[in-house]
């Protein structure tokens, strides 16, 4: 059998396996849907606790048609958004310090590990008084993100071959040539994998950050909703934060493979 012909079989089977794998994904969503609201219908459980697929859509349907939920949606996303961007920045610039600097990371070290430990759910009073109900939700936000981001490069930094540092050195290249040639490149992977892990914590920081402050966004939606005792408010809020939570993560891969073919590195399938 030639070899086109074979390469195509495998084709096909690939193929055929992504979509069984899609097929198999949707019936266990369609299945979980009918099973919760046939469970509600036949009272098994309270639906005035677990509300229902039925009772979600209306309201889906209720906030589309007075605008509210462009308005929370847009203050998430905005928020999400802007604290990323501040905390991927901000880490990157301080593992770039702490690379140049390596007697700074021996003195840092031991607070970036308790800082990593740390709960930052802790810090959502301190923010609130210092920034106040609206900046302190971007303070949360950056403050989830910035400590892995900076412990994860500066991790990646580490693990270049120190060989090719070496060459660099002996023809002479600078600190910052070394830093920018050679020790950024190779830790592109690791720069790629910080955003796909610090998009999904910064989202998770402003949901903690509206929980705690907010007027506006999903967050605050969903706390208002358990506040009247409305469930089918917070399963729709819960519902259109892990669509939003795909959205920004597919996003974030497809940069990923993006910038991988633009500069001929490995990915995965």
Do not use: C
């Not at 605008?67 to 905005?78: D, M």
């Not at 690379?99 to 759910?121: E, F, G, R, T």
């Not at 981001?149 to 071959?161: P, Q, R, S």
Request: proline share 3%; glycine share 8%.
């Amino acid at each position: 059998m030639r070899d086109e012909e074979l390469l195509a079989r495998y084709r096909r089977a690939q193929r055929r396996r992504r979509w069984s794998v899609t097929a198999a994904q949707a019936a266990l969503l369609a299945g979980f849907l009918a099973l919760w609201e046939l469970a509600a219908a036949r009272y098994w459980v309270n639906p005035m606790l677990t509300s229902r697929p039925s009772a979600v859509w209306r309201t889906l349907l209720d906030l589309t048609a007075s605008g509210s939920l462009w308005r929370h949606v847009g203050v998430t996303l905005q928020e999400t958004l802007a604290g990323f961007a501040v905390g991927m920045a901000l880490g990157m610039a301080v593992a770039v310090a702490l690379w140049w600097w390596p007697a700074l990371a021996a003195v840092l070290d031991p607070y970036l590990v308790v800082l990593n430990a740390l709960p930052k759910i802790a810090l959502g009073p301190i923010f609130y008084i210092w920034l106040g109900h609206q900046w302190s939700v971007y303070g949360m936000a950056v403050a989830i993100s910035v400590i892995v981001t900076i412990v994860m490069l500066h991790a990646g930094f580490g693990e270049v071959e120190q060989n090719q540092i070496l060459v660099m050195r002996t023809f002479g290249a600078t600190r910052a040539q070394i830093l920018q040639k050679v020790v950024i490149p190779a830790s592109l992977p690791t720069l790629m994998a910080a955003l796909k892990v610090n998009i999904g914590l910064t989202l998770v920081g402003v949901i903690v950050g509206e929980f705690l402050s907010a007027r506006a966004g999903l967050g605050y939606l969903i706390i208002y909703g358990g506040q009247v005792f409305q469930m089918q408010l917070v399963m729709t809020s819960v519902v259109i934060l892990a669509l939003i939570s795909a959205v920004l993560y597919l996003a974030v891969t497809w940069a990923e493979r993006l910038v991988a073919r633009l500069l001929h590195l490995p990915t995965r399938s």
